[in-house]
């Protein structure tokens, strides 16, 4: 079992910025940050793998940058030109192959997220 917990949301005006982290219980492969918006399905933001491959949604290409810092089992997702549409519930994910992916059935471990709000 690896327990994930998430930090650093916050409210925000579009244009700005915020920066999420998620410490994990133990290491694993790939970690992921996924949104859920008020009635709506949760999406893959970003997600990494050894050796730090990473994937995007196309909505936060060149916004967005996921990192780790494997030697804390920590996750980062930096996050800037904030919009409104970015509001949502933000979950980390965690997941022990190596399969880099933005799929919710690919990540066995999941965070009780922190929320981000971006106001016009």
């Keep these: 079992q690896v327990q994930l917990v998430e930090s650093g949301g916050g409210s925000v005006q579009a ?3 915020l920066s999420l982290s998620c410490t994990a219980s133990t290491y694993t492969y790939k970690m992921a940050w996924f949104r859920q918006a008020p009635g709506k399905e949760r ?3 970003a997600a990494i793998t050894r050796p730090d491959m990473t994937s995007y949604t ?3 290409k060149g916004r967005f940058t996921i990192s780790r810092y494997n030697a804390r089992n920590i996750l980062y997702l ?3 030109s904030l919009q409104p549409d970015d509001t949502a519930m933000y979950y980390c994910a965690a997941g022990f192959d190596s399969w880099l992916s933005l799929e919710r059935n690919a990540y066995n471990f999941w965070g009780q ?3 981000v709000t971006v106001s016009s």
Excluded: I, L, P, Y
Aim: zero cysteines.
């Design 43 to 45: 999406e893959g933001v």
């Design 78 to 80: 930096q996050m800037n």
């Design 58 to 60: 196309d909505s936060v």
């Design 113 to 115: 997220g922190t929320q």
């Design 15 to 17: 244009g700005g910025s």
